[in-house]
């Protein structure tokens, strides 16, 4: 066993944080950390929840030293695993995402339509910095992502550097903990695949039975998150596509009624995040405080813990065990591009994932969505990388909740001006 074990989380002043640390100390027995770094440019967010991760980690009596710093280079130095949460423009350019596209009667949200397109223009440059460094300062670490949008900061990051690196999401886990509990299954083997944010449950099936069939004539619902307003798939529409769509398809399936609910909401999920946000902070200051609060689940982020550090977990113990990663496709799916990244099961050990084929797959409604969404994401990093106008163009005429030319050219150009300070390809002069 190494000496020195060093986990960073870059970004550290999320709220979310004490759910990783929770994490941590859960698997205390396996995972024998020696030093956490947590990293952050806001210094009061960064305080705040770096001395509650403290607090909970000497409660626990974990012989981990815990450094936080501002310093980028300071943080990746000689890291082991780096986990990567950040948010560009931090919540008050989720809400102008949010907010400026229902100017435009196109949905404002974090990873879907141009809100989230615009979350990846102000993401990836940051990352791929992030990576260059780490190219420079801890070449075998590797990179555990859960910044949004994860599928697309996967293609990114995998095609334009060459870190060792998975994106990660927690709705798969939360669709498979619903699906095992409302069939009452203790070992399924379920066949999950999609983009990040784009995806569905194609079989379930344990001691040679498939479930899928029964679950499709119940019109099973895997569990919404927490973070979108759902109403649920029909039984019709479940039955129509043939497979369990991830709540995030209610943006797709039902676009105008969803955007009748954010326009009509009197705040906006980042203005409500926000004030969760400040009371979680005002929760975490209380020195007496070294456990993680409830209040935390009632973000997005529920069982980020669970999947984030069992990950970890995995790569360092070399346990060969089934997780749902965003990784390239690499022959995966046969409908798809080679270098594509996609969201699928893959067995995770010391040298990383490797992803599970999926043999003789035939759904072609999932089939063309995923080749249609992968389009865009495709220009989408195109333009991230590039500054080109063009590409972003190209990138929100395929978007399925964008669209149209002039209005998406008009909203295009009024959030890369809202965004300015955080979008060098656009504005080099900035630099």
Known sequence: MKSKFKITIIGSGSTYTPELIEGIIKRKDVLPITELVLMDIDER???????LCERMIQAENLPCRVVMTQDLDEALKDADFVLGQIRVGKLPARVLDE????KYNLIGQETCGIGGFFKAMRTIPVMLHITERMKELCPDAWLINFSNPAGIMTEALLNHS???MLGLCN??????????????????NITYLGLNHLSWITA??????????TALEMGLNSEAMKNIPSSGFSKELIQMVGAIPSSYLEYYYFKEKKLKILKESELTRGEKCMQIEEELLKIYSDSEL????????????????????SLVDAIYNDKQEVHVVNLLNHGALDFMEYNDAVEVCAVVGKDGAKPIKVSNFHNRHIIDYMRMVKAYERETVEAAVTGSEDAAMRALLMNPLVGDYNIAKACFEELKQAHKDHLPQFFPENV
């Open 162 to 164: 060459d870190i060792k």
């Open 290 to 309: 070294h456990t993680k609060p409830e209040l935390l689940s009632s973000r997005g982020g529920a069982n980020y813990s669970e999947v984030a550090i």
């Open 204 to 213: 379930i099936e344990q001691d040679g039975k498939d479930y899928l069939k």
């Open 45 to 51: 967010k960064q305080q705040i929840v770096g001395k």
């Open 171 to 188: 709705v798969p886990f939360n669709m498979f903990k619903s699906i095992r509990e409302t069939l009452g299954l203790e070992r399924p």
């Open 99 to 102: 907010k400026i596209p229902l």
